[in-house]
């Protein structure tokens, strides 16, 4: 597998991002699977997700959020007080969760104290939580803002071409990303969850005109895999935002294989398309609006449980592992419903609450894990690999 | 949950409680005394109302009529509308739906329940809410998702895109109880064409929702019924928050309380009117004989409150503040944004029309996207309507010796700002106090604890010494 998607993965910076800015190329970063990149790449530039991973500390996090504030936010605070998002030349705050919108006032404050920290281009996208006319009307006038915004500060133009190629090659992304799962459920899958979300990951930190001929290559590569996660017991892995392998990596070496997932930053963002032909700000914020598998659009419990029993299905999934970071409301209230749900259809499922990070409590979750992998019942019919 | 719990329902207890409470406030002393050593958890809450005669009587008798509404809906054939004191209840009352505030009922339980509502807040919790969840909406909701309350109809959240706690609170309970939900969701603006225009889709959205669920539309005579009381309401808050200005406020210190809870549950009826009228008589009065607001006599320092009060049982917050001669400014939960009201900017507010049926349903609109949280806590604390403007212009006008933030753990939303909001304060020179104590649940934090830190405060910062 190509080196470049550890790489990727696991750093805040990656060799596809220094090459990008040798060139003189910009990198905005963002907080959210709300935030419609395909504006961006249109405008030349490379969009980012933001992660707060290698962080070894919250103490500048803590300085400006409260106590009861979700470790997310805060470690990407954290790594923009040491400088580290230094390379973006812009950056998108979403009201994604109550959490997160308040990295807009505390990074802004941050600069105060660490000058410089700040990217020159600033913008809020005002995201709504639901998918109506009205709030697809806004939301689209919020997106022209958006690109208004970009042309203005950086002097560029976005083409009505350029959106569209770039809205194809968005779609491509998608498309490759769901064979991606359907390699990863197969019978005696072909490749490990860490390493399947370290090709997802990779998506997040490099440009899609690089990552996709990137993506292509390892799905060939994968495909002609001798199958080798044979006999162990297939695991979805729901909730909130997991960025890093971490936490796969302990459900893994406890004997499992994450065979999907419907985690933020997993393979729930590539679902919904884009309308290719004659795109409008519209039809781009119905693809965003509509695309409920976060439980910020509230009242569409429903459907992400429907996405939970699909991907069950597809990958033949044996148990379900449900984690939400601490103060997480949104995805701690619904993973109680879904633990209620799928107990109640024989499904063996553990909700987890623990800390953003390379396993800030690692020895209490691998107890947990263990025990929890430990209780599902040997009933897979498929044969270990030989 | 203990099987004790579930074995009188809790709206019926509840209304047993203020129903008898509010009776004893009509015989004599003796006649009350007997009558309060019967329910000893009230005892000081009791005690107030009856130090404050017609407006405590108007307060309990209220309070008990409105839980009376609550659990007689069905058999007087209304439906009962699962919602939150964010949400004005003037729609529900002119669409002749029982509204259900879940919050003010938690309060309402942690002031008249031996133990407080902490094992209705944990029975949430069994069932698979988030423990760090508000703690506003999981005490009354624990009652309601075990089956310890008549069953709502329906869920009315107005908090999508301002609290996401409270929303998901809603949302789970809809999914709990198997409810048809409706959220009502703001953008981070507050003003603006497009901000209008957001609002006014959404409310008119809800008003559909209410409509499908009841089977009655919108009654428009009932609505400028509903509006007329409003405006009459607004006047007198008006009024009431002009006189806070004076030096020293006449208000009594618990005014402000009843003055939003009456808002909360009562808004745009006779009854809300008719104590607030109460209530004016002896601010008035206090003004006459230019005596404080407060038990104190003397008015030693004021204070800001910048986001809610606190619910303990007794009403140990506003006990604590009148022994020490500590006038209160206000919380969040009394900003209605009435364009009258004293502390608002041109335009900022929002003014009754009652022209026609849209313009009355604009009216309500902007009404309610200015409810407490929903107007100032919307966007970036520092943004244009926001948080930080408002409490500079609760400061100019009210001239408060110092601010203080109190909330529950629960509260992602201002705990991600409000490091910043109090060092803003204190830059510009107004102390500021971050308490970091659950308003609705002492088991987070003592009041004892939480006193010591007021007191700590104040010494250290020599105020109302
Ligand atoms: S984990 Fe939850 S609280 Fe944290 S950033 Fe994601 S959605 Fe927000
Ligand atoms: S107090 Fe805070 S957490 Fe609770 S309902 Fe209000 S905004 Fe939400």
Known sequence: MNPIFEEAADHVDNQVIREWKAQGKKVIGHTCSHVPEEIISAAGMMPYRLRGIESESTSIGDTYFGPFICSCPKAILQKAGEGAFNFLDGAVMVQSCDSMRRLDECWRAANDDYPGILPGFWHYLGVPHKAVDYSLKWFSEEIEMFKKHIEEHFNVTITEENLRKSITLYNETRDLLKELDEVRGMENTPVSGQEAMNIILAGTAMPKEVYNPLLREALDELKARPAHHGGKKRILLGGSVVDDQSLISVIEAEGAVVVADTVCFGSRSFEGMVPEDSPTMLTIAGRYLHHQFCPRMFGHYKDRMALIKQKMELAKVDGVILQNIRFCDLHGSENGLFEAELESMGVPAIRLEREYGAMADEGRLRMRIGAFLESIPERRTEKPAA | ?465
């Open chain 2, 1 to 465: 949950m203990r099987q004790a719990l579930l074995e009188y329902d809790y709206d019926w207890n509840m209304q047993r409680v203020f129903d008898q409470g509010s009776r004893s406030l009509d015989g004599t002393r003796k006649e009350f005394e007997r009558a309060r050593s019967r329910f000893p958890t009230m005892g000081t809450v009791m005690d107030l109302f009856y130090q404050y005669e017609d407006v405590g009587r108007a307060m309990t008798k209220g309070s008990a009529k409105y839980i009376s509404n609550i659990v007689t809906a069905r058999q007087d054939g209304r439906k009962v509308a699962l919602t939150t004191f964010c949400m004005s209840p003037a729609l529900c009352y002119a669409m002749d739906v029982v509204p259900l505030l879940i919050e003010p009922i938690t309060a309402v339980g942690n002031l008249s329940r031996k133990y407080g509502m902490g094992e209705f807040m944990d029975y949430c919790l069994e069932i698979g809410f988030a423990e760090t969840a508000c703690s506003a909406q999981r005490g009354a909701m624990g009652a309601y998702l075990a089956g310890a309350a008549q069953k709502p109809d329906f869920v009315l959240c107005n908090m999508s895109g301002i609290c996401d706690t409270n929303t998901s609170a809603f949302a789970f309970a809809a999914e709990a109880l198997d409810l048809p939900l409706f959220q009502c969701n703001f953008p981070p603006e507050m003003r603006g064409e497009r901000a209008d225009a957001y609002h006014r889709s959404d409310y008119r959205a809800m008003i559909d929702f209410i409509a499908e669920q009841t089977g009655k539309p919108l009654d428009p005579a009932k609505l400028r019924g509903v509006l007329e009381e409003i405006q009459k309401q607004d006047e007198l808050i008006v009024e009431m928050q002009d006189y806070q200005r004076m030096i020293p406020s006449p208000i009594p210190t618990t005014f402000n309380l009843f003055m939003y809870l009456l808002r909360f549950l009562f808004g745009g009826t006779e009854d809300g009117t008719k104590t607030l009228e109460e209530m004016l008589k002896v601010i008035r009065k206090n003004v006459q004989e230019g005596r404080p607001g407060n038990r104190f006599g003397e008015e030693k320092a004021r204070a800001l409150f910048v986001y809610t009060d606190h619910y303990g049982g007794g009403l140990p917050l506003w006990n604590f503040l009148d022994s020490r001669g500590i006038t209160h400014l206000g919380c969040i939960a009394d900003r209605f944004y009435q364009q009258a009201a004293p502390y608002v900017r041109d335009g900022e507010g929002y003014t009754v029309d009652a022209t026609d049926l849209d313009s009355m349903i604009d009216t309500m609109a902007a009404l309610n996207c200015r409810m407490p949280m929903v107007k100032q806590i919307r966007g970036p604390y520092d943004a244009p309507d926001m948080w930080l403007e408002e409490i500079r212009a609760q400061r100019e006008l009210y001239n408060p010796d110092f601010a203080v933030y109190m909330g529950t753990p629960g509260c992602r939303n201002t705990w991600g700002m409000v490091k910043l909001l109090a060092k803003q304060l204190e830059k510009e020179g107004l102390p500021t106090l971050i308490i970091n104590a659950d308003v609705f649940d002492e088991r987070v934090e003592s009041w004892s604890m939480t006193q010591a830190r007021f007191e700590e405060f104040l010494d250290v910062r020599r105020i109302g010494i």
